[in-house]
């Protein structure tokens, strides 16, 4: 099937392109292109989405334009989440490029009532786990039993509206991220096994 471009910054909401970047896990720019890229069917796309084509064949001086690519420190390249679907994204002169797998494409949000429902509950979320994981007077044991049962409480709502749960940790408590990531990651592999479409 493969991954297909989406959308970038210039023309996706604000608050779903902050969220994915607040939880992406960069990627070399050599290992994007030339293993996950490939794989994925995009590599000659991005490539000449962004120019290296081009550039290759016009100043290139014999680099191919997946070296170009490599060689340029004006880019990054991640896997995060877009509107909690899992994507890869490659930011590119501070404008982020993102790809989603096709079998994905139809639980894009494209109505802005849908992305600012979603991002309002996110946000209401995100409020009532600050309220019960509270860095100030909890250990780190203790925010983590009460992350657990946040989940267990919301696992429905996380689930139906696609919210990574380390998401709405990020930035608040970095000793909770980590694990916060790890309970992504059950939740992920319990609804791959329910074969129900992509995970939180």
């Excluded at 490029?97 to 949000?109: E, N, R, Y």
């Excluded at 849908?114 to 100030?136: H, V, Y």
Aim: proline residues 2%; hydrophobic residues 35%.
């Amino acid at each position: 099937m493969g991954f297909q471009f989406v959308t970038s910054c210039i023309s996706a909401n604000g608050d779903d392109i902050n969220e994915m970047q607040d939880i992406a896990k960069d990627i070399s720019s050599h290992a994007f292109i030339y293993s996950i890229a490939k794989k994925e069917g995009i590599d000659l796309e991005v490539v000449d989405m962004l120019g290296y084509s081009s550039w290759a064949e016009d100043v290139g001086g014999g680099k191919s334009a997946r070296k170009l690519f490599v060689d340029d420190f004006a880019l990054s390249c991640h896997r995060s989440f877009y509107q909690g679907i899992p994507c890869l994204y490659v930011q590119h002169s501070r404008i982020e490029h993102v790809f989603v797998d096709t079998k994905h494409l139809p639980l894009v949000l494209h109505d802005e009532t849908d992305i600012s429902a979603r991002q309002s509950k996110r946000t209401e979320l995100t409020d009532e786990l600050d309220e019960i994981t509270d860095m100030t007077c909890q250990s780190l044991a203790e925010r983590k039993v009460g992350l657990v049962n946040f989940v267990k409480k919301h696992e429905a709502t996380l689930s139906d509206m696609r919210i990574p749960v380390q998401s709405l940790v990020y930035g608040r408590d970095t000793e909770l991220l980590s694990f916060a990531e790890k309970v992504n990651e059950r939740i992920q592999a319990n609804k791959e096994k329910e074969k129900d479409g992509p995970s939180i």
